[in-house]
């Protein structure tokens, strides 16, 4: 039972342009949310966050945006630069009681930046 | 400062063989975590420690597997008898204290068991 679901394997969008990842969730227990980027050879990196009691987060160029209601969030990368290609994945952390720990991973947005 | 580091970077067994996979978290981070990622997917949770502590091994998937983190710092997960099927990237992160908080993770280890 995949728990965060990422449904589009990929992405290609022109330099300059926006890009849109995004994501599902089916747990109403997840309360915090994030993003992660991967390039091949490497570990996951961190990218933004959003807790649940917000619906937008922003940080430079890239900003999430979270609906609880449609469990649904997105990532906004503009302007798309060719250096943001990479494995993007969404994370959800459930709130057990407060002792959050394990991340729920989706299985990933290959994003690739055309020149 | 220096960033979660593993070792080693590569491993390639033989099937049955026991492995030791090695983490080196953020210093002063106090939560520590092992995730699996097989090909294709995104990565898995494998168990959590705070301090020197297994919080949660839910994530182990069986009794092959078995992790260390005697001294709150390194820890060592252990596989037993491997199997072909455990060939994946491991993964560790570490984070300040748990909870809702950024994990950070290393470059991963990637284990082939022929």
């Known amino acids: 039972d995949q728990q965060v679901k990422q449904n589009s394997p990929s992405l290609s969008v022109q330099e300059g342009r926006i890009s849109i990842l995004n994501c599902d969730y089916t747990?109403?227990?997840?309360?915090?949310f994030l993003w992660y980027k991967k390039y091949p050879a490497e570990g996951p990196t961190f990218l933004i966050s959003?807790?649940?009691?917000?619906d937008k987060n922003e940080d430079g160029r890239f900003t999430v945006f979270l609906n609880k209601s449609a469990k649904h969030l997105s990532l906004h990368i503009v302007p798309s630069q060719p250096g943001d290609s990479a494995v993007y994945f969404c994370?959800?952390?459930?709130?057990?009681?407060?002792?959050?720990?394990?991340?729920?991973f989706g299985t990933g947005t290959l994003l690739a930046v055309q020149p | 400062g220096a960033g979660v580091s593993q070792t080693p970077s590569n491993k390639v067994t033989e099937k049955g063989k026991y492995v030791e996979l090695r983490c080196d978290p953020i210093?002063?981070?106090?939560?520590l975590y092992w995730y699996r990622q097989s090909l294709g997917q995104g990565p898995e949770f494998l168990i959590y420690f705070q301090g020197t502590g297994a919080a949660d091994d839910s994530g182990l998937p069986n009794d092959r597997f078995f992790a260390v983190r005697p001294e709150g710092s390194v820890s060592t997960l252990k596989i037993q008898r491997t199997e072909r099927g455990d060939s994946a990237v491991y993964l560790c992160a570490s984070s300040q204290n748990g909870g809702s908080e950024t994990q950070y993770f290393g470059p991963g280890t990637r284990l082939l068991v022929l």
């Open positions: 747990n109403s227990m997840f309360d915090y």
């Open positions: 959003i807790s649940s009691i917000k």
């Open positions: 994370a959800a952390s459930p709130n057990y009681g407060g002792a959050t720990n394990k991340l729920i």
């Open positions: 210093s002063g981070h106090t939560a």
